[in-house]
């Protein structure tokens, strides 16, 4: 887009000057600030109702004031008797115990006593009658009528005092201390309290913490959503990871970018919340404005602006009084992880809840990442096993704009500030998101492809967890190679005989054929220059005659080789922007990002954009024989193999490999 007559007024050139930094520190020297800065008020106690307090933390301790059980009851079915009348039964040898006319069940008082050669059938959880002092099983007896056609009690076995009987108080005893102040709350403490009557609890408030979105780009969910502008999503992770961390969250929506709004919507949060979160307006560029306003608070304001922190430098913290209020970065990944870094703890703290356990692992890097030095960075990881059962950590490159980055990681590592590169193989320490690893059934490396996508989603509807990384056809044959995934997703042509994928087998990988596609160009259909172009060669003139821009794909992929094969040396405008799926790629030129791409014909439908034919091509599965048989693999090709799935790929524009 040239030849623009306007210009940028001496005002928006002014918004645009970047503002340095106020002071920048260290990761530890941020969290320092906040301790010495922060204060908070100590929490109040609340009693709630026994059905409110799950997640809370109790403030007293708690003592029972009855017995739990309250009476002697029968752990089983069977029959209440004296010990001393069945001491010598056997199987060989049954003795005869007379039956007493009731039966015992939950809840019922016996009416008679348990006297010598007598018995009483008694279920589970009834209260043993007088006179009993043990229960035998159901299976240990039968039944028999005497002589005058009165029911008589058979025992195979003895037994011993107190069989199958819980006593009064065994559970807990009035006066005992069942729970302590500062536990954390569960279905199973609740169930405790509930059994010893409790109806209300005394349990600390929560801290307050209320949270807002700053950015005339912003959306809240539910909206329709016009050209150029974003849902809120900041808001509803942020929130939900506050309360993760014991808090009580206020949402106070979106301030669009004015100091007056802004101001308005932090007063509302200060005068309710101990804590308020911001995201967006930290990083004091263009549009950005939330720390002006922020910088206006007192005793002491603002304690530092900046972290040397890899995602998270533009953090900002301000104190005032006994309220925090923190700047997050805007971008999801960012923000999240900030929040976890220095804001989660505070709110654990201030709940009396334990401090999260660091549970870290050894892993080796699967490919180099670079680092910038200077600051700290932190990487996001997904794990997987090899066939060793090492430990590999797969980088998760998203950038901190992605919303699914940290919901994907199972951890991450993080890279000294002097440190520039750590290569593939280093063993790093990466600490794991959440309480628990959970390994997939299935790891599939290689091509991004929508058939694909849908064949993992039926194989997650079975109940297999399902991970895959698009890093190219390439890639997946490393992986493969390196028995680091189950499955690898290829569509590498053999330039010596032209014949899809059958070169990359070995004696340790075995090809499974999968589908057939077809490459092709992507254009939008009101793109005057590209009207005429109806061959790829056309269309190659087109683009070397005008300035027309393009999205490329990632090195390494299969679609990767044939845009060069196409572009036969030739490198257009655009040719160094890559990116890693078909469907980013159909998305970037249908939101006029750029004006050609290379993607499959399926795609490219469900776009709505034109479509020249350059390839077609077979996407084939290439799986270590060592893994063959595992029960995840044998159930993903079945499904490959299943009537109704290959009719869908079908629909879906897939041809079918017979």
Request: proline residues 5%.
């Amino acid at each position: 887009m040239t030849g623009h007559s306007k210009k940028l007024s001496a005002e928006q050139i002014k918004t645009l000057r970047q503002e340095q930094f106020l002071n920048v520190v260290s990761l530890e020297e941020a969290k320092s600030r906040i301790q010495e800065a922060f204060v908070a008020l100590s929490p109040k106690v609340s009693y709630k109702p026994l059905h409110q307090v799950r997640e809370r933390v109790l403030a007293e301790d708690i003592y029972s004031s009855i017995d739990v059980p309250g009476f002697d009851r029968s752990r089983v079915d069977g029959f209440a008797l004296r010990v001393e009348d069945i001491f010598s039964a056997h199987p060989q040898n049954p003795l005869c115990l007379s039956l007493l006319p009731e039966i015992i069940t939950p809840g019922k008082t016996p009416e008679y006593e348990v006297t010598k050669g007598t018995a009483t059938a008694i279920a589970t959880g009834g209260m043993i009658p007088r006179g009993a002092n043990a229960v035998v099983m159901v299976e240990q007896t039968d039944l028999r009528e005497d002589p005058a056609g009165d029911p008589q009690l058979l025992v195979y076995q003895s037994a011993n005092v107190g069989q199958f009987i819980s006593s009064s108080g065994s559970d807990m005893s009035n006066g005992e201390l069942i729970l302590r102040q500062g536990q954390l709350l569960t279905s199973r403490e609740i169930g405790m309290l509930a059994a010893i009557g409790l109806s209300k609890v005394p349990v600390w408030e929560k801290p307050v913490v209320a949270v807002f979105s700053t950015g005339d780009e912003l959306v809240a969910p539910g909206n329709p959503l016009p050209p150029g502008q974003i849902y809120d999503s900041n808001a509803a992770i942020l929130g939900s990871a506050a309360e993760e961390a014991g808090a009580e969250v206020l949402y106070l929506g979106i301030a669009v970018d004015t100091r007056e709004a802004i101001k308005e919507k932090l007063n509302q949060a200060l005068d309710k919340a101990d804590i308020v979160l911001l995201s967006g307006g930290t990083s004091k560029g263009a549009g950005d404005i939330a720390y002006h306003c922020v910088a206006l608070l007192k005793d002491p304001g603002i304690i530092f602006h900046g972290v040397a922190l890899k995602p998270g430098k533009p953090l900002c913290v301000a104190v005032s009084g006994h309220k925090l209020v923190a700047i997050l970065p805007g971008f999801p990944t960012s923000a999240i992880f900030t929040f976890h870094e220095f804001i989660a703890p505070l709110l654990r703290r201030m709940s009396f809840r334990p401090e999260d356990s660091k549970n870290e692992i050894s892993a080796k890097l699967a490919i180099t990442q670079n680092s910038d030095r200077g600051r700290t960075e932190y990487v996001m990881v997904s794990l997987i096993r090899n066939s060793l059962e090492d430990y590999i950590a797969y980088p998760i490159a998203k950038g901190s704009g992605s919303v699914t980055s940290f919901s994907q990681a199972d951890g991450f590592f993080s890279i000294p500030a002097l440190t520039e590169q750590l290569t593939a193989g280093t063993e790093v320490q990466v600490q794991i998101i959440g309480q628990h690893l959970h390994m997939p059934d299935l790891v599939i490396i290689g091509s991004h492809c929508t058939g694909l996508d849908y064949l993992v989603s039926q194989e997650s509807l079975s109940g297999m967890l399902v991970k895959t990384f698009s890093i190219g056809s390439m890639g997946g044959v490393q992986a493969a190679q390196k028995e680091e995934c189950d499955i690898a997703g290829i569509h590498l042509i053999d330039p010596k005989t032209g014949q899809y994928n059958t070169h990359c087998v070995t004696p340790d990988l075995t090809l499974i054929k999968g589908y057939g596609r077809l490459q092709g160009i992507v254009f939008r259909k009101d793109a005057t220059f590209l009207k005429d172009a109806k061959t790829p060669s056309e269309f190659l003139e087109v683009i070397k005659t005008h300035s027309l821009l393009m999205i490329n794909r990632n090195a390494g992929s299969g679609t990767r080789v044939v845009i060069d094969a196409f572009l036969n040396n030739f490198k257009p405008e655009g040719y160094l922007h890559t990116t890693r799926s078909h469907n980013a790629v159909a998305a970037a030129v249908q939101q006029k990002r750029a004006d050609w791409g290379v993607t499959i014909e399926t795609v490219a439908k469900s776009y709505g954009l034109g479509f020249i034919a350059l390839r077609p091509e077979e996407y084939d599965f290439l799986i270590p024989k060592s893994r063959l048989h595992r029960p995840a693999v044998q159930k993903f090709l079945q499904l490959l193999h299943t009537p109704t799935i290959r009719s869908h790929l079908k629909a879906m524009g897939f041809s079918i490999i017979e």
